[in-house]
């Protein structure tokens, strides 16, 4: 993209940024996403791998900017019914300490990518909730069509088609 974010899945190489990434939710008292609770990276690779050989596989991909991890990405490979409504193709999360600065605008448009590419889809979907506004412009500002509104919980979602 030009402006030094990429996705990257991890791999041994990865291990310091990862321990960084995880040491950056621990250092607030956030809860970590689900994603990264093992701190034992070889496990974690573990995981990784055997996602993507599940009823409903994904990919995990680390945001990076330099050798820094900004942030971790699943990419599901196909949906079920719940997660065409509910979840989508996307799942992030962006170590607190960067927040705010914007990076949505590079997750959605690397996913687009990797989708496209790695996954060979055709439409990429994403769920976001109603009142997350930085997340709806960036799906928005990369070509994302409002498909559908539902509500769980309380909470109006709305459900994204992007034409990859």
């Known amino acids: 993209m030009g402006n030094g974010f990429r996705l990257e899945q991890p791999n041994e190489t990865h291990e310091k940024a990862y321990k960084n990434l995880v040491q950056a939710w621990d250092n607030t008292g ?3 996403p689900r994603m990264l609770l093992d701190e034992n990276y070889p496990q974690v690779l573990l995981s990784f791998s055997k996602y993507k050989k599940a009823d409903l596989p994904y990919s995990t991909y680390l945001l990076m900017k330099d050798d820094k991890a900004l942030g971790v990405v699943t990419l599901r490979h196909k949906l079920d019914t719940f ?3 509910f979840g989508g193709h996307l799942s992030y999360s962006i170590r607190p300490d960067e927040r705010g600065k914007g990076l949505e605008q590079q997750v ?4 687009k990518q ?3 590419v790695d996954l060979a889809l055709k439409t990429l979907i994403v769920t976001v909730s109603d009142s997350n506004q930085p997340m709806k412009n960036a799906i928005e500002n990369n070509g994302g069509q409002p498909a559908s509104q539902n509500e769980r919980g309380g909470i109006e979602y709305i459900t994204y088609r992007i034409s990859l």
């Open 114 to 116: 990797a989708a496209k």
């Open 30 to 32: 956030i809860k970590l």
């Open 83 to 85: 997660l065409q409504e």
């Open 108 to 111: 959605v448009a690397l996913c």
